[in-house]
């Protein structure tokens, strides 16, 4: 969905460096999330935020941060890479608090820590 | 913590068959149930949804049952397509939470012609 746009789509990156995650919106959700993808797992959720202003930890924050720049942009940092958290990470945003609860995806990013 | 129970985990149906993927959650207070479907290389995008005043809810071939005594719901596919094929996650929410979906595990599902 060209809505929700993440940047880097591929990013490989060896243990121990910061790396940060983009993601941009155009939909003018407050609402935004980043999961985590792993093969057999689902998505997990490691940050939500409400507005600019409010930021919540999700069940995998640990090893994670974020930052809500404004309401269309919210990034995702990890400040020292590890092999496992080499996943497949979403960004999503909602509409919630006008009755709207479907969560639109980006299109992803692989991260690959070598 | 798995709270969002997701079956099989893989599926292969024949064209015009259904395909059917069941899930169980533990938390009472869900009261929002989504399916998403994700093709490779895209992120996931909301397929159907119901909420658990109906016993459910249809949308041209994707049907979703729905049975909060059991805590069970479940997504039927009729008449698979090849064009289905991709991954399908459950997920479940309170909607007075915020939105936070917990998802289900996935299940791959391939149509063969």
């Known amino acids: 969905d060209a809505d929700v746009t993440q940047t880097p789509r591929n990013r490989i990156t060896k243990t121990g460096k910061r790396i940060m995650l983009e993601c941009s919106q155009t939909?003018?959700?407050?609402?935004m999330y980043w999961y985590r993808q792993d093969p057999g797992l689902g998505l997990r959720l490691i940050y939500y935020?409400?507005?600019?202003?409010?930021?919540n930890k999700g069940e995998i924050s640990d090893g994670y941060s974020v930052s809500r720049q404004a309401q269309a942009k919210f990034s995702l940092s990890l400040e020292s890479a590890i092999p496992n958290q080499t996943a497949l990470y979403f960004c999503a945003t909602s509409d919630w608090d006008r009755g709207d609860y479907e969560q639109y995806f980006g299109p992803g990013t692989r991260l690959t820590v070598t | 913590q798995q709270q969002v129970k997701q079956s099989p985990q893989s599926l292969i149906v024949q064209k015009g068959g259904i395909s059917i993927i069941n899930c169980a959650y533990e938390?009472?207070?869900?009261?929002?149930f989504p399916w998403y479907q994700q093709f490779p290389g895209k992120g996931p995008a909301l397929l159907i949804a119901?909420?658990?005043?109906?016993s459910e809810k249809k949308e041209g071939r994707f049907t979703i049952s729905f049975n909060k005594s059991a805590k069970q719901f479940s997504l039927h596919i009729m008449d698979s397509q090849p064009g289905d094929s991709a991954t399908y996650f459950c997920?479940?929410?309170?909607?007075?939470?915020?939105?936070?979906?917990?998802f289900g595990t996935g299940t791959q599902l391939k149509v063969e012609l």
């Open positions: 938390n009472t207070a869900f009261d929002y």
């Open positions: 939909k003018g959700h407050d609402r």
């Open positions: 119901i909420r658990p005043d109906v």
């Open positions: 997920a479940a929410s309170k909607t007075g939470g915020g939105n936070k979906l917990t």
């Open positions: 935020s409400f507005d600019v202003k409010d930021i």
